[in-house]
């Protein structure tokens, strides 16, 4: 990454493969012809990575998992949020906002740093920086924000975009959610810095599908929507079902896989409350990926925690050892007009092969 000119680098606890995704796929149809590195399939890219011809630009999605993006050198940083996530290895949310500092710190005095304004206390984050500092939002706090959000019967989303609370366009898209939206707005503020205008954005991204396993449509079969999701933390679980919310439909199966029994253990109450809020929820065994199961947390105890919880709308939730009795249960329950997801950064997508 050092040896290119302008290098943009995407972090946040959620977000940053899609708003990589989008800022990519703009910069290859401008012919700008970036290196490219995200951590997600993207088909208009035909993988996860694309080597441009040149040194000019390097876009990457930065992720601070043992604090790798600290080995980076962004000139432009992208902060999409910042919340508990990989407590294996960080100690606590301050731990995650002190390395976040440091990645911000990074960027050279003539860098910039576009910034959700919504994280909280972005003025310890971006103290003494002399970056060049873009704000996007909800609302007109932010230098780029949105309102006015609609959706056609094809599903796209629409909505105003705003800067500096002037209106410059209306942008629509197939990504469905609030969560894309602000997605959208990191990408269009970031794309802006390389003066490339509002409307060549919206015409690049109107059909872009985004990458693979986010809010992922598979197939229709039998008059069932199976769509697969890599959400894992409860911000993104609650993120996706309230997108889904926008699409019609008669009931949503949510088959959900918890990745890694240190997240589950330490988020345990966070995701009693989400998943409990979703009416009919299947559990699967915790995806252990790096880890040893040492008997502290279970899927069993997430399904009793949500069975327990008199405050949440479920009014079906249960836990099956087995893929193949989860694909029973399905099988046999969902019907035409319903919604199959299945969710989680695991292998709980071979499910809708399955089926």
Sequence with gaps: ???????????????KTTTTALISKVMLDKNFDPTINVGGIVDEIGGNSHIGK????????????????????????????????????????????????KFIELLPDDGVLVI???????????????????????????????????????????FDVYFKKKQIGRMRQRLIGKHNALNYLAAL????????????VRKSLEDF????????????????????????????????????KEIKYNNLYLVFQPHTFTRTKALYSEFVRVLGNNPITILAKIYPAREKDLGEISSKDIANGIKENKNNL??????????????????????????????????????????
């Design 209 to 244: 599908k985004g990458a693979r396993r986010r809010l992922e449509v598979k197939k229709v079969v039998n008059g069932i929507t199976y769509i697969d999701d890599y959400a894992h933390h409860p911000t993104e679980i609650e993120a996706s079902l309230n997108a889904l």
């Design 314 to 355: 479920n009014n079906f939730c249960e836990y099956f050892d087995t893929f193949e009795n989860i694909l029973e249960y399905v099988s046999k329950n969902a019907k035409s007009g319903d919604i199959v997801v299945t969710m989680g950064a695991g292998d709980v997508y071979k499910l809708i092969d399955l089926i």
């Design 189 to 200: 503020a970031t794309l802006s810095e390389f003066g490339i205008c509002f409307e060549y």
């Design 54 to 101: 040149g040194e000019d630009l390097f876009v990457a999605e930065a992720c601070e998992y043992t604090n790798s993006f600290l080995d980076f050198c962004p000139s432009v940083a992208v902060v999409t949020n910042i919340e508990e996530d990989h407590l294996d290895f960080f100690k606590d949310i301050n731990d995650i906002r002190n390395s976040f500092k």
């Design 116 to 158: 959700n304004n919504k994280i909280d206390d972005i003025a310890f984050l971006t103290k003494d920086i002399k970056a060049k500092i873009i704000t996007y939002g909800d609302d007109d706090t932010a230098d780029y924000y949105f309102d006015n959000v609609s959706y056609d019967d094809k599903h796209y989303q629409s």
């Design 1 to 15: 990454m050092a040896n290119y000119n302008r290098r943009i680098c995407v972090a946040g606890t959620h977000g």
